[in-house]
């Protein structure tokens, strides 16, 4: 079946594009010229109305990397256990709903939810819990259009998961891409 072969080949080489995006020189990422710019990304904790944005901020010079919480265990590039959800848009502007397990250093990881806008949006994190992966970690996006979205979702190197929708001229009923997985599934 090609239905997911395309979505992944483009999803692993964004994912691939992101995590090596540091590597060529010996100055840090954020002092780079070339570091990729992120984007304003809603945090899983509730704003008040009057200080939501009221339009999405997108670029399309880079992706966006979903930040880590605080408590959470962010991205460790020397640390075994990197856990990468990348959502892939058919734009820059449409929101996109993802809901996706943020891992903590004590217990099982915690489900969140933010909304962000494309073309691409990763969340990078690193499992440095010691929670054993007993129920498949959640890694959903909706988006209210039913134009191109896919997802891919990794662990250590490992492909969980990928999907991908799109509805041809149905593009009111929405679109829904489901990547949830764990290692031993």
């Not at 959800?85 to 250093?105: G, N």
Request: glycine share 10%; charged share 15%; hydrophobic share 40%.
């Amino acid at each position: 079946m090609t239905r997911g072969r395309a979505p992944l080949a483009w999803a692993v080489a964004v994912a691939a594009a992101v995590l090596l995006a540091g590597c060529a020189n010996d100055v840090p990422p954020s002092a780079s010229p070339l570091a990729p710019a992120t984007n304003p990304v809603a945090s899983a904790t509730a704003t008040p109305e009057s200080e939501a944005s009221e339009t999405p901020v997108a670029s399309s010079r880079a992706p966006s990397v979903v930040p880590a919480d605080p408590g959470d265990c962010e991205f460790e590039p020397d640390s075994p256990g990197a856990v990468v959800f990348v959502v892939t848009a058919d734009d820059a502007v449409t929101p996109i709903e993802m809901t996706f397990s943020a891992f903590r250093p004590e217990g099982g990881p915690e489900v969140r939810t933010v909304t962000a806008t494309g073309p691409v949006v990763t969340v990078l994190q690193t499992n440095c819990g010691d929670a054993v992966a007993s129920a498949p970690w959640t890694f959903t996006a909706t988006a209210p259009t039913g134009d191109g979205l896919a997802c891919s979702s990794f662990y250590g190197g490992k492909h969980l998961a990928s999907d991908g929708d799109f509805a041809e001229g149905d593009t009111a009923r929405g679109a829904s891409v489901d990547c949830s997985g764990h290692p031993g599934m």
